[in-house]
């Protein structure tokens, strides 16, 4: 397999600050992406990874390190809005295209 | 523009039956790729396309065939579908100069009875 980990279930409040962590095997690595699934709909793109160092957007951030091979997405000033599941994908190979995901990470956000 | 545009949203088969998902992008993007979403495993990659002409084999290929005879449509078929293929396929694409990453497609919900 592709060794991508990630935590299966997470809870935090409403307000509250989650930080969601990512390991993958550093081989082939071409980038590292994380996406917002609500049940019944399609990932959405949260954000793009492929130096080291803190990516930030909004309330999201992303940080990676590729020689540890880790990544953690933070979520600040939690909304209910934000209950989702969150995947962490890694673009891997000789060649862009094939992305492989770890299983999620099932956020919810209690009031 | 549409972005990626998967065909058909739902589909019921029976066991032996063949079919056809539909993939397309409208955006230039020279990659392209399908995916399996099942519970408790997450997306998996099933093909994959560098551009027109080219594809290769993912994680999950095995009773899958695709093609990529324009840079636009990039369908995955299901030759012989078996209960096991029950699962939401996904399509996305991107291209080497996309730094907001893969645009996926809205998902297909196959059942295979």
């Known amino acids: 397999g592709q060794n991508i980990d990630q935590p299966t279930e997470m809870t935090a409040t409403e307000g509250a600050i989650v930080q969601i962590n990512c390991t993958y095997q550093?081989?082939?690595?071409?980038?590292l992406f994380w996406y917002q699934q609500h049940a019944g709909e399609a990932p959405t793109f949260l954000s793009y990874?492929?130096?080291?160092g803190l990516e930030e957007k909004g309330r999201f951030s992303s940080f990676l390190s590729r020689s540890k091979g880790y990544s953690y997405l933070l979520l600040k000033e939690l909304q209910m809005k934000d209950s989702a599941s969150y995947l962490c994908?890694?673009?891997?190979?000789?060649?862009?295209?094939?992305?492989?995901f770890g299983r999620g990470t099932q956020l919810t956000v209690w009031p | 523009n549409a972005g990626v545009t998967q065909t058909p949203k739902f589909q019921v088969l029976k066991t032996g039956q063949s079919m056809t998902l539909q993939c397309a992008q409208d955006?230039?993007?020279?990659?392209m790729s399908w995916y399996r979403q099942d519970p408790g495993m997450g997306l998996r990659l099933i093909h994959y396309?560098?551009?027109?002409?080219?594809?290769d084999q993912g994680e999950v290929p095995n009773g899958y065939n695709v093609s990529r005879s324009t840079t636009e449509d990039f369908p995955l078929r299901l030759l012989s579908a078996a209960p096991s293929q029950t699962s939401v396929y996904f399509c996305?694409?991107?291209?080497?100069?996309?730094?907001?990453?893969?645009?996926f497609g809205s998902g297909t919900r196959l059942t295979v009875v």
């Open positions: 550093t081989s082939g690595f071409n980038g």
């Open positions: 996305a694409s991107r291209d080497n100069l996309d730094n907001y990453g893969y645009t």
């Open positions: 990874n492929v130096l080291d």
């Open positions: 955006m230039n993007h020279e990659y």
């Open positions: 396309s560098v551009g027109a002409g080219i594809t």
């Open positions: 994908a890694v673009d891997r190979g000789s060649t862009l295209g094939r992305l492989y």
